[in-house]
């Protein structure tokens, strides 16, 4: 795990916050987090915990994985990863065995090119969803 990169995320967030053309005591409020603590993240005298950093992505209505990466707390394929996975859980079009089935398949392909599993040492589907029954 790389160290919190915070000055880059500082930045980050008041890019992303002034994008959704937002003030900081409107994201602060939105957030849950006092004003000058938020302020004390921009200016990257903060280095915020993972749910701080849920909370803010959530206010900013982006994913929270994205500051996990911006914070150095995610590595970028973890995210891609987690993304996939997360697309693939959320999708109502389909069933919970089809969706079992979709992440054993993703983690087979990602097995036989050589990208590891989930961090625990077994396949990412078999955290989340339980196996298709038959």
Excluded at 4 to 27: D, I, K, P, T
Excluded at 36 to 64: D, F, N, T, V
């Amino acid at each position: 795990m790389a160290s919190l990169n915070v000055g880059n995320l500082g930045e980050f967030l008041r890019e992303q916050r002034r994008s959704a053309q937002l003030s900081l005591r409107q994201l602060a409020d939105a957030a849950g987090v006092s004003n000058p603590y938020l302020s004390q993240i921009e200016r990257g005298l903060r280095k915020p915990s993972a749910e701080i950093l849920q909370q803010l992505a959530k206010a900013l209505r982006i994913s929270a994985e994205t500051l996990y990466v911006q914070a150095g707390i995610l590595d970028e394929r973890d995210r891609e990863e987690t993304e996939v996975r997360s697309v693939i859980l959320a999708d109502p079009s389909i069933n919970e065995r089809q969706k079992a089935v979709l992440l054993q398949i993703y983690e087979s392909f990602r097995k036989e090119n050589g990208h590891p599993t989930a961090s625990d040492g077994t396949p990412a589907a078999d955290a989340d969803v339980a196996p298709p029954s038959t």
